[in-house]
């Protein structure tokens, strides 16, 4: 069956989401920082929901660890993650203006490669690189909208992960508490609840309702 086209894909997202939010979908840019539990499904979500840029970033590859909650698949062993889900992204959302770029975030080269996006979305494994990336925003580019998530770990309540607005441009999702340092290993099911509160958060932020 042929690929339906640009036309036809949007007029089946504007049935679901309405023409004013589907508009302002289309017309936005939010980068990915991090491409693993948290980012991986995030990219994927903001693509299904017709986001119109997406920047995915990161420079890790896909190793066999990854599977159980990543969104690769096992032939994409070895590869670098933004080849991989850059594949992922085309097949779900074949329009979508899609830049991947294959670095290792830090204080010095984020103002550059995230200056085009309005929304970064932090979806780093790392405490230390989580607090890096939120800290670098926050302070050199406090025009933009962050979405962090913070406490994804183990298996407890699905109620527990929530999303807060920390400061007026600032959003954690998580339970700000599990770890897995403290024993508690990842779980798909729990990180993609928290993957989902990053993107709807985001997905909100582009509709104009900044309130949780």
């Known amino acids: 069956m042929p690929i ?26 939010v980068a990915v920082c991090g491409l693993g539990g948290l980012g991986s499904n995030i990219a994927i979500a903001l693509a299904r929901a017709g986001v119109g ?16 909650r990543q969104q690769y698949f096992p032939e994409q062993l070895g590869m670098y993650k933004t080849d991989a889900l850059y594949d992922t992204l085309s097949r779900i959302a074949p329009y979508c203006d899609i830049q991947k770029d294959c670095v290792k ?12 996006e309005s929304i970064i979305c932090e979806a780093f494994d790392k405490a230390d690189q989580k607090a890096m990336l939120v800290n670098c925003v926050l302070e050199n580019m406090p025009e933009k909208y962050l979405v962090a998530g913070s406490g994804m ?18 959003y954690l999702c998580g339970d700000g ?24 958060a985001v997905i909100r932020i582009i509709a104009g309702k900044y309130e949780i």
């Open 4 to 29: 339906p086209t640009r036309e036809e894909i949007y007029a089946a997202l504007e049935e679901r989401h309405g023409r004013e939010l589907q508009k302002k979908l289309s017309e936005a840019s």
């Open 53 to 68: 840029r997406l920047h995915i970033l990161d420079f890790d590859i896909v190793d066999i660890s990854n599977l159980n």
């Open 105 to 116: 975030l830090d204080e010095n080269n984020i103002p550059g490669l995230l200056e085009k």
């Open 153 to 170: 770990a183990g298996i407890g309540s699905s109620n527990t992960i929530t999303t807060k607005r920390i400061t007026k441009r600032f």
């Open 177 to 200: 508490t599990s770890d897995v340092e403290d024993g508690m290993g990842l779980v798909a099911s729990r990180v993609l609840i928290c993957a989902a509160h990053q993107a709807n």
